[in-house]
């Protein structure tokens, strides 16, 4: 047989249903043989089970009714009785049966009524033939059939089911007496996490706080000689991606202290009461090994507010929240014991949950800045072969807003392009390629456009461009495409807002929504009409210009007021009536403040367009040419772009020494 046969029939036959049997016998085989290895009482279950199973069998041979000989009618046995052919009779009281052997030698057994009137008749019987009788009153048969009918299988089952919750409470096992237990992860004193706090770049800030943890756990005295008490809990609050989980580790790693570690959805089970009972079981086993460490990931989905769904009344998830707070409220600061969390969803956490005594502090793990990214870039990049034009620093600067996990996936996807591509070292080219990728997703290379429609993605992009810089945008970094990426046909990537940016002023807003509708006004006053490309630009304006109106009080007919629910994901339950305290009159009122924002701003894009309308054609012939604009060459495009700020915005310093004529826009 050739070698790819065998290797054929080798899959075949793991794939078998036999095979998988086998290996699962085995595989179970071996995790009894470790469990009674190491557990002597597992031992004792098993030789108890073993010993009833015999005398369980052996006893219920003794009570089955004996069948010596053949087989025979009561009649025939009269019979031979009148005939005078039995010569010894033997009487069996319990099982009503009467062996008879005759004088010719041959035994025959026949069962008889019960009834003692028609023994005395048999009885009466054999004694006229001249037989020999003998009663046998089988006493100890009754016993027997107790011992078998209802003690021995009792008791076979509960040393069956002993035996088997000791392989259950085996660590890993996951058996029934498993649903009840915790069943994260543990890591014992001393062991490490291989993370330190030289692992985790970007949020100085949360370190800092996170020290008097690891301070507290190593010297609790240090802090109690000074009256003071460290905190009960710590609550990490942050969008996705920014490192809690990896904090968290980080302060196991830095702590010499046990740490569990659980997510909060483990805590939910379909059986009543497992949730409380491992809340229960996780805290039972922390006071016992203190100095510890507890941390609970997207610990929202055990801790959301009670009587946030509608009609659910008290359900399972409440009742594992209710023994959460039971467990934290019941333990001092001198317990040695500290509890972690982890969230994203702040705004639907249990009041209760966030009082003093219970999650004392909470830590903001935001996405980092300039700086932070460019520390994040450093320690993920660390020992990946780099060319020596590669500038970190301006690669942190195309990436504003993005967390620790997509810079972490900039890295990553860079070097996997560079295997792609057969280099040996990563460029500045590939890494703004894989900042690209992160963002909008791969280049469409197979996805061909006209020349017109190759102009109106060009014409599109390069307004975004010419707007943004005339109205005095603060960004981090300029990049223009018309490669299509996902579902976007190009990207003004980096251009219309610096997210690094932590106030903005309504000029500031203001700003954004003019390079937001500038696509559409260029589009407006090249072709006469809009394109289904401005569909994402449309949706970014209108919720801007929405956000203005009901959150940030720019609106002057409305005035400085907050109107409806505060900026966040509405989940049910939670003051759903607000949203219906609304008049009718104040919600037009919204639409025409909207309205008339959006309006504005694509008026004052589209007098920038028209007043630097050259520059626009500029910046689009050029991505025609190059498909990709950015750095010095973009710079120099938009060099001759016309300063036009927005209305109660001064102008800014760097562009005030542009020249005031302006070129003609495009014919209407």
């Keep these: 047989m050739s070698q790819p046969q065998k290797k054929k029939s080798v899959i075949e036959e793991r794939q078998s249903t036999s095979y998988k049997v086998r290996e699962g016998l085995r595989t179970f085989g071996n995790r009894v043989l470790k469990i009674l290895l190491k557990d002597p009482l597992a031992w004792f279950l098993l030789v108890a089970a073993i ?34 052919q039995i010569r010894t009779v033997l009487l069996l009281d319990q099982d009503n049966r009467v062996i008879v052997r005759t004088r010719r030698g041959e035994t025959i057994w026949a069962a008889y009524p019960s009834a003692g009137a028609n023994t005395g008749q048999l009885l009466s019987r054999f004694q006229q033939a001249g037989a020999t009788v003998a009663v046998d009153q089988q006493a100890d048969i009754p016993t027997k059939k107790i011992l078998v009918q209802f003690l021995l299988p009792i008791l076979l089952l509960v040393t069956l089911f002993a035996f088997f919750m000791r392989l259950s409470d085996d660590e890993g096992a996951g058996g029934i007496a498993s649903f009840s237990k915790f069943t994260g992860r543990r890591r014992k004193k001393g062991e490490g996490s291989g993370v330190t706090f030289g692992d985790v770049a970007g949020n100085p800030e949360a370190l800092a706080e996170l020290k008097e943890i690891r301070d507290y756990l190593a010297d609790p005295t240090k802090y109690s000689s000074m009256g003071a008490s460290a905190p009960k809990g710590v609550l990490l609050v942050g969008p996705p991606g920014t490192g809690k989980t990896l904090i968290a580790r980080a302060v196991a790693g830095e702590a010499n202290a046990n740490f569990f570690s659980m997510s909060g959805s483990d805590f939910v089970e379909s059986l009543v009461g497992v949730g409380a009972a491992r809340v229960r079981d996780l805290f039972a086993q922390a006071r016992k090994v203190a100095p510890t460490i507890i941390f609970i990931d997207e610990l929202d989905a055990a801790g959301r507010k009670r009587g946030a ?213 260029g589009e407006k006053l090249e072709f006469g009409c809009l394109s289904t490309g401005v569909h994402d630009d449309l949706h970014a304006a209108t919720a801007l210009a929405r956000a203005m109106v009901t959150a940030y009080g720019m609106s002057e007919e409305l005035g400085p007021v907050t109107i409806g629910e505060k900026q966040g994901e509405v989940f049910l339950g939670n003051s759903l009536q607000d949203l219906g305290q609304i008049s009718p009159d104040t919600l037009n009122t919204i639409d025409r ?59 800014p310093p760097h562009q005030g020494s542009h020249a005031t004529d302006a070129p003609s826009g495009p014919s209407e």
């Design 309 to 521: 769904g509608i009609g659910q009344g008290n359900d399972e998830r409440e009742q594992t929240l209710n023994q959460i707070l039971v467990e934290m409220d019941g333990f001092g600061g001198d317990a040695g014991l500290v509890v972690m969390g982890a969230t994203n969803r702040p705004d639907i956490l249990d009041d209760a949950l966030l009082r003093p005594g219970r999650f004392d502090r909470q830590v903001t793990v935001d996405v980092p800045d300039v700086h932070g990214r460019y520390e994040i870039l450093g320690l993920h990049g660390k020992g990946k072969p780099f060319d020596q034009d590669v500038d970190l620093r301006e690669i942190a600067k195309l990436c504003p807003g993005f967390s620790g996990a997509e810079l972490a996936n900039v890295i990553n996807e860079a070097a996997l392009l560079t295997v792609r591509e057969g280099h040996e070292l990563i460029d500045q080219a590939t890494l703004e390629e894989a900042i690209d990728r992160v963002v909008a997703g791969p280049a469409k290379k197979t996805h061909i456009l006209t020349p017109d429609e190759r102009w109106v993605i060009a014409i599109h992009e390069a307004c975004h461009a010419v707007v943004t810089r005339s109205v005095g945008q603060t960004i981090s970094a300029q990049k223009l495409s018309i490669v299509a990426r996902g579902r976007t046909l190009g990207t003004a990537a980096h251009m219309l807002t610096d997210k690094d940016q932590t106030v903005r002023q309504e000029p500031d807003l203001l700003r954004e929504l003019a390079s937001v509708m500038a696509g559409a006004a």
């Design 593 to 651: 403040e909207v309205e008339r924002l959006v309006g504005d701003a694509m008026a004052h894009a589209a007098a920038v367009l028209k007043s630097n309308w050259e520059s626009v054609v500029e910046v689009a012939e050029g991505l025609l040419e190059h498909e990709t604009l950015s750095g010095v060459a973009l710079d120099a495009l938009l060099s001759t772009v016309h300063p036009m700020p927005v209305a109660g915005d001064a102008l």
């Design 51 to 84: 010993a009833l199973i015999i005398t369980f069998f052996t006893l219920l041979g003794q009570i089955q009714p004996s069948s010596p000989g053949r087989a025979a009618t009561l009649s025939e046995v009269t019979k031979l009785a009148q005939d005078k």
